[in-house]
């Protein structure tokens, strides 16, 4: 694992039919820790998400991830949604290996450790489905875990847990990035992003108008529409204003 | 009407061997057409489902047209085909038991591929972007949903195989109900009305019911179990 | 991937249910030809009597087809079948004249019989088929016909125009062409009380009468010749000649000629052998 995957993301566009998301997004992600991605309610973070990681094909403008064009094949990306196959929590994970071309004993060692790293080596045989929300955030994030991942994107990740939960899932997200992964974390909880994130980039109507450190920038944003989102004075008519 | 249940019911107690053999070789026709067109429908429509092509809508609606072709005309088809006259006629397939799975699968396919791809885009809608983020190819991304989703296929199939079993079109033209060696339930009820013997025919119809009964209650039965064991 | 292989195990396993129940039950005979051939003479009980007599003598398994007199035909003319044996004598004639049969062996007659309702609104019991035909259509009484090419029908057919009826021009709503096969065609009349001709054999062996009786009988004109065929084996190659040939050589020998004499319903003799007299 590298110690920082830098992301260049230059005049990055993308748009459904008539209606723009992202009106050419430029940035450059070159720290080792946590970046995190903020924004008001379709501002285009979680597209930009799926940008990053190949899931969603721009309309224009490029992105750069390390030496590629494209994210590593270990990239993980963990959804609000845990989206777990009804199968056994030790087969999610398995899945995520699949296509990684690992010999069979090193998949399953994976599996056992993925399993035991978030707290569940006991319910390995249990259905996924049945877990509890809590759970199966954790095997969601296992399975990215056993990918050995050099890019790790989250989309809210804990949107839908209590704060116990929560708080268990950033110590495996500060874990991972510790560890070399690079994070990238959309997030409106902004106690959590400044748990985790070592820096921030605000988008604002399919624009990053910001991008700095995690403190400076949640405290005294210099854009006044970050100001705004920060401040909740203009949360969804900027879009229209600058479209 | 009271007389022709009370003889039914006669006529249904002293069922002999020869009934056992049809409703055996009903049973074997319809599973195994099922059972095959199983094998090619479900991945057919779990393809269909998980990978974007030009021309998908026109496949879909291909499929779920094809689910109502009458037995019939498949029967039709297919007679023209396995006909030693015919294309096919090589095979020495027309009225053996071989030409009546052939028909019914013909039948089926399209229906359990319509279903499968209903089922499985339903499961694409929340887990295919995660699948697609693991990075995997739209073959193995079908596999995963119809594990996922199989519980449900289940349902699919039993229809499929409800269908199959009940349907005497296909069967008559392509087996030519032959005593002993292509008769089954539906062209056996078939000929027992043609011969005015409506209480044996009511028999008969109560034993296909019985066994459409039989085979759906023990698939659900293992389904809810293995649904109890695996969520 | 463990549980996908288990997927698609679990998937197959109907098939391979089905594969293993496809071991065949009985033993089948050595070899096995496919008759073409009516349904009067399969839902009369003929062959469940006739066949086994003949395999057992033979060692040739017989898979029948019933289907009407045009397309069991139609059938041996395709190839997919190897004898036909049927009851239109002007039909067979043709079908050996074209080739698809190198001889056509008569093997027996039944006979035709009018049934219609108990109380006879056209008073057509015991005319001749002509008259009794002439008086239905005049009585426009409901009469069901098969109209299905089958020999039964071509039969009617002629009947009407040996009657010196125009069918086209009288026939009207009295007039139910069913496009079935006896029973079914027997099965409306008895539900809409209507006269309709039949012969004798399905008659006897038909449950679902309701008030219909036989009528008219015995008419000469009412005789209906049964012949058979080997399909020609220079017209289809697969066509198993030579045990088919010793089928139809059964039929029309003294055991197969006394086979089809002994079998009655209720008592009663419903084909009468005439392989010799021919």
Known sequence: MSAALPIVIEGLRYRVGDMPILNGIDMSVTSSGITAIIGANGAGKSVLLRLIDGLLAPTGGTIRIGPSDRPPPSTAFVFQRPGLVRASAAANVALA????????????????????????????????????GGEQQRLALARAWARAPDLLLLDEPTANLD??????????????????????????????????????VVLAAGLAVEHGPVRSTLSSPRSPQARAYLTGEMPWTSFAALS | MFQTLEETFRRLAALDPEVVAIAGLSLRVSLSAVGLGTLVGVPLGALVAVSAFPGRRLVTGCLNAAMGLPPVVIGLVLYLLLSRSGPLGGLGLLFTPGAMIAAQTVLVVPLIAALARQIVADAEEHLGEQLRSLGLGPARRAAILIYDTRFSLVTAILAAFGRAISEIGAVLVVGGNIDGHTRTMTTAISLETQKGDLPLALALGLVLIAIVLVVSATATLLRSHAMRAYG | MDFLRRSLLSFGLLAAVSGLSSAPGVAEPAETITVASTTSTEQSGLFKELLPAFTQASGIGVKVVALGTGQALDAARRGDADVALVHDTAAEEKFVGEGWSTKRYPVMYNDFVIVGPKDDPAGAAGASVVEALRKIAAAKAPFVSRGDRSGTHSAELRYWKEAGLDLGAVRGDWYKDVGQGMGPALNTASAANAYVLSDRGTWLSFKNRGDLKILVEGDKRLFNQYGVMVVNPEKHPHVKAKAAQAFVDWLVSAPGQAAIAAYLINGEQLFFPNAEAR
Do not use: F
């Open chain 1, 97 to 132: 290996l699949a296509p990684l071309g690992l010999g069979a004993g090193e998949r399953a060692e994976r599996v056992r450790a993925a399993l035991r790293h978030v707290g569940l080596a006991e319910r390995a045989g249990a259905p996924a489905t049945r877990l509890s």
């Open chain 1, 163 to 200: 704060p116990a939960s929560s708080h268990v899932i950033e110590d495996l997200v500060a874990s991972m990035a510790v560890a070399g992964t690079k994070v990238v974390l959309v997030s409106h909880n902004l106690g959590q992003v400044m748990r985790l994130a070592e820096d921030v």
